[in-house]
């Protein structure tokens, strides 16, 4: 079903909309909360929530792009869960890697307190992957956004696991500079 | 801010950038890309050669001078072994210099497309007076070789490199070559090596060189190597029936510097011409003050927006004074400049309402939108006299983002005499807008 038939199903509160949401997004939102989780009954559990999520937005919203709209939620509620759950207990694997990873794009550690402040960071980091050359940026969300291993985006890419660990490597150097000309390690 | 915070922030990115990610890219044509820094500059002395009066040359790419060497031969090819007199008069030689199979070509996996010289650092272009031209070519120059080149300069002032040209009249081509300092910090992520890279000795010059083969029929070939301090960066864009030849101009001009004793003195090149360069961030009061676009900008925000931030830019291509306000994820950028001859395709009257009625226009514009209006229905520019309240407002348009507000959002441009003011914004009435533009007349 397309995107639009599914989005007006929702629009016309009906069920069905769940299910074939399901059916066309269940596979992506499940991999990226286990990406992020670590953990497949959470995964399944912030998948289910995003449902829910979805049911309780659309409507008023209409998003233009369905998939990316719903991963959006599937992410916040899995960092959410990770965030619950404290540094002691976030899984391991993938989603340490990714954290330790940004970790090098960051000055001393602390957290942000102010709502604007991480507004305006995510504001200068849609701008900053918006601005990154296509390739480097489609590295880059495979690996910050949705968590990818790196193999699995080596093989996305039809690249080497090297490459793709060089070029995110470089593009973190990138993210650094940004942040702090940004302002935003001054802290 | 720690990991999480920034690993959060990450949901903000576009959505359509989001999905993008989902299938790999397209590689682009070797003819519209950059080859690591070589490349890149390419663009810079491309931009350079287009300014009247930047080069010296009069006829032809090559933009030759009197002391040029010329086909006919010169004093210094004698030395160089192998050299046939013959081979430079056409493309066609049958006798190939022993060196030109020196040079093994590492295959190079997919080559990126990537940034420009750093954000924000302004590169000026002054063609090379004979005496610098002098100093930084090879101490042998074959006879296909025409030689012309640029020096590249921040815009700050420092030497950024030199650009080189070395173009064969028979072969209507042309290898360039680049010469920087060896230290000079430069954005070269491009290349995506193979695992292993082979290098080749010339004359004991070690040499690393690339080849790239592009599925649309292209080759992209490229050679680095380090000489007393200085990294030179030599390439070619070709098409792939023309990679026999392209691989060998290029390794004679490798060869020709492997073969050079003189070392250029990079410290004796300096700006000559003096370029308005600007880059600062400016208070709002500073920005109102000013004295070419201040009496364009906007002296205060929508209510609830941040104070803002100014920034004044000139370089050889752009001029510009911009402000931007945000509040949350809604911002409103407001930029003034020269109204250019490029913008002139943008400017629509009030009745023109295809030029820019976006309520005619469904989503996805890619498909509504007839080609030929697209530049202008995307952007237009209104004359301040063809400027109305009902204009604005049909270039107000919302969307729904996840994660995103959804006011009106706009982007248009008004021009006052020959200045132009654009403006983009999101979740900003467009009444306000109304006002605050017609205030400027």
Redesign the interface.
Known sequence: MRDDEIIELYWRRQESAIRQSEIKYGTCCFTLARNILQNTEDAEEVVGDTWMRAWG?IP??????L???L???T??LA?NK??ARGAARRGGGETDA???E??E???A????EDE?T?????????FF??AL???????F??R???SEPIPVIAE?????G??VT??LS?ARRKLRRYLEKEG??D? | ??????????????????????K??KKRSPWVKWVGLAACLCLVIAAAFAVPGLTDSGAGPAGSTEDIPQPGGTPADADIPGADPGLSDSVQEDIQPAWRDELTFNEV??P????APAAGVAIFGEALTQDELQSVQPDILLEWMELSGSALYYGYGPLAMVYLEFYNASWGDKITCTIRDAETPVYS?IV??P?TVETSEINGLIVTAYRYFDPDGGVMLWAEFEREGLTYSLAANVDADNLEHAQAYLTDVVYCYANTVSVPDLGFFSMRGTHEYLNEALTLQKALEEETFGAYMLSSPPVGFSEGSFHRYQDQYSNYLSGLW?K??D?LRWKVSYFEEDDAARVTAAQDTENYDLSLYP?PMAESVPEELREIVDNPIFPIEELTQEAVYKRAYT?????DT?GYRMRFGVLYGDILVEISSKSVSPQWIYEQLTALE
């Not at chain 1, 550690?109 to 942000?112: A, D, F, K, L, V």
């Not at chain 2, 969307?399 to 994660?403: E, T």
């Open positions: 937005s008023p919203r209409r998003p233009e792009r998939g990316p709209y991963a959006k939620i992410r916040n960092i990770l965030k990714v954290l330790h940004l970790g794009c960051i000055a550690p602390g957290s942000i604007q991480a507004r305006e960071l995510a504001e200068s980091i849609r992957v918006r050359p296509e390739r480097e940026g489609n590295l969300v495979r910050y956004f949705f996305r890419f039809g690249l080497k090297h490459n060089v070029i470089r935003f390690l802290e | 801010m720690n990991s999480i915070d920034l690993y959060e922030s990450l949901n903000a990115i576009d959505e359509d950038v989001l999905e993008r990610s989902e790999p890219v996996q997919a990126l497309a990537d940034t992520d995506i090596e695992d945000t949350g994820y911002e989503i969307v729904n983002d996840a994660g959804d």
